[in-house]
């Protein structure tokens, strides 16, 4: 490479993820490739081209903010996957799940309406028992390691493994909407924390049953908010280098 030639271009596509079972973290990253093709800043017949990748997985059936990475910028990769994000999470209180989402079958609570928690005493519950650092059990349906094998294939062999609580640190978390058995949270945390696993403890505290997540959007990683992302279907056919964001 001639060293006097300008840098390769480089910065962040900010994508609003869909929530559909068929379109994946990896999913998106390939249909910006695609047009980061289209427009000439990759070149496919290049082995050793552009790196490209994301700032942390979304589940299939989550939407929101996915941030893909390209050229120098996957630099940032570490330091984006640490730094906090913000959810809203829809979770149900009359329902649990083996998989804690909408994954596993849903199986009945049975929790009599007339005594579902007010909207102050879940605000309340969140402030003094959800907030800060906390432990927190995994899911055992997750992509963690248990002994070299992933959980979730333990889980699905049903053997599934004694999932040991960590810490993890909720910086914020507010109730946004309530009408029982529908609860939306909006959690502001640190890595390693699984919403899930928090929509089922909070089910715990405050029902004495299991809850569900219903639905998951993220809407903040670090500085940048899904408002200033453009959604999957409305990505230009062609991504140039001054539709990349520069960090």
């Keep these: ?10 910065g962040l596509v900010l ?12 999913t ?17 017949k290049r082995k050793r081209g552009i790196a490209v990748g994301h700032a ?18 996957t630099r940032l990769c570490d330091q984006l996957m640490a730094g906090e994000k913000t959810y809203l999470a829809e979770i149900d209180l009359a329902h649990s799940s083996p998989t804690d989402d909408l994954e596993g079958d849903l199986i009945p609570n049975h929790i009599d309406p007339a005594q579902a928690p ?26 963690m390691l248990i002994d070299g094998k992933r959980a979730y294939k333990l889980a699905r ?25 529908r609860l939306t949270i909006e959690v502001r945390c640190a890595k390693g924390t699984y919403i899930r696993s928090l929509a089922r403890d909070i089910g715990v505290a405050a029902t004495g049953h299991p809850a569900v997540l219903t639905a998951l959007r993220r809407t903040a990683i670090g500085p940048y908010r ?10 230009p056919e062609r991504i140039t280098a001054s539709d990349l964001r520069q960090p």
């Excluded at 609580?165 to 909720?170: C, K």
């Design 157 to 181: 062999a049903g053997k599934a493994p004694e999932m040991v609580p960590r810490p993890i640190t909720i910086r914020d978390i507010h109730v946004h909407d309530y009408t029982f058995p």
């Design 118 to 143: 007010t909207r102050e005493q879940l605000e309340q519950l969140l402030q003094s028992r959800f907030t800060g650092t906390i432990q927190q059990k995994p899911p055992a349906y997750s992509a």
């Design 56 to 73: 942390g997985t979304l589940d299939p059936l989550a939407s929101g903010l996915l941030i893909v990475l390209v050229g120098r910028a």
């Design 226 to 235: 899904v408002e200033d992302a453009t959604g999957l279907e409305q990505l």
């Design 15 to 26: 994508i609003d993820k869909p929530a559909r079972r068929a379109i994946s973290s990896m």
């Design 1 to 10: 490479m001639d060293p006097n030639s300008p840098p390769p271009p480089s």
């Design 28 to 44: 998106v990253v390939r249909a910006v490739k695609k047009r980061l093709i289209a427009g000439a800043i990759l070149d496919p």
